[in-house]
Nanobody, 118 residues
């Protein structure tokens, strides 16, 4: 499975962005897709996830109420809509995938930079 994230950019606080992650390769094996982020000097952290063939979603507390994860299976794409952006949302955002029978985030895309200015 290959993942390609895009959609990052420079935004002012309070603004919105939508990140996209396109999956290719063995997409039929995907079970779960997620977004993670890593800010400078910090460890990578979980942001949100969604079942590939279902509607279960999970969010980090920092994302609840502001971020929304969704998917379009026909396009093999998962999205992360981010509203009310804060400077502390500044990070490199990565998409990741779990495949069936492997409960680890085994596949990662290159990150996309999100910078929020105050």
């Amino acid at each position: 499975v290959q993942l390609q994230a895009s959609g990052g950019g420079l935004m002012q606080a309070g603004g919105s962005l939508r990140l996209s992650c396109v999956a290719s390769g063995r997409t039929l094996s995907i079970d779960n897709m997620g977004w993670f982020r890593q800010a400078p000097g910090k460890e990578r952290e979980f942001v949100a996830s969604i079942r590939w063939n279902g509607y279960n979603t999970n969010y980090a507390d920092s994302a609840k109420g502001r971020f929304g994860i969704s998917r379009d299976n026909a396009k093999n794409t998962v999205y992360l809509a981010m509203d009310s952006l804060k400077p502390e949302d500044t990070a490199v955002y990565y998409c990741a995938a779990k495949v069936q029978f492997n409960n680890t985030w085994a596949y990662w895309g290159r990150g996309t930079q999100v910078t929020v200015s105050s």
